[in-house]
């Protein structure tokens, strides 16, 4: 699964101020393995069965969160991330989520345009619960800029 992180985050490299992502640590094993064994772990593979494509999230009350979407480079813009997303989507309504919520960049086209496509809508800062401002502010301590920064959200409620 590293591999497929490491393979993914190389496109940060295209964007000189992100650059340093790419060179970022991956997911831990434990915390793979605990995805894993709580069922919010999903992943795609070549005809090999080869990892080419991941999604991780947990269960957090009321919604389910993706930590990671990743696709390896050479696997990327084959639909691959959305049926991974469409497939923790389902997860999360069968399972009785009344949401999916993640954080990502605004402005990077990959990220928050690519989620907004798949019906998530970012979340405005003064309506964010505490556990994503809680993310959000971890994620700034790493590093992360909070100005490209946004918690996104999509609603399992119908109407």
């Known amino acids: 699964?590293?591999?497929?992180?490491?393979?993914?985050?190389?496109?940060?490299?295209?964007?000189?101020?992100?650059?340093?992502?790419?060179?970022?640590?991956?997911?831990?094993?434990?915390?793979?393995?605990?995805?894993?064994?709580?069922?919010?772990?999903?992943?795609?593979?070549?005809?090999?069965?080869?990892?080419?494509?991941?999604?991780?999230?947990?269960?957090f009350g009321s919604a389910l969160h993706v930590w990671e979407l990743s696709v390896h480079r050479s696997w990327q813009g084959r639909g691959i991330g959305r049926a991974l997303l469409d497939a923790a989507i389902g997860h999360a309504r069968d399972a009785g989520f009344r949401a999916v919520t993640l954080t990502t960049f605004r402005d990077v086209a990959w990220n928050a345009p690519f989620y907004a496509r798949a019906g998530f809508e970012t979340i405005d800062e003064h309506a964010l619960c505490a556990r994503l401002r809680a993310v959000l502010e971890r994620e700034r301590v790493a590093g992360l800029p909070p100005a490209r920064r946004c918690a996104m959200r999509r609603s399992l409620i119908a109407g």
């Open 1 to 59: 699964m590293a591999a497929v992180e490491r393979s993914a985050a190389a496109r940060f490299r295209s964007l000189p101020e992100l650059a340093w992502l790419a060179d970022g640590e991956p997911i831990s094993a434990a915390d793979q393995l605990a995805w894993i064994a709580g069922g919010t772990a999903w992943v795609a593979t070549d005809a090999d069965d080869a990892p080419v494509g991941l999604l991780d999230a947990e269960a």
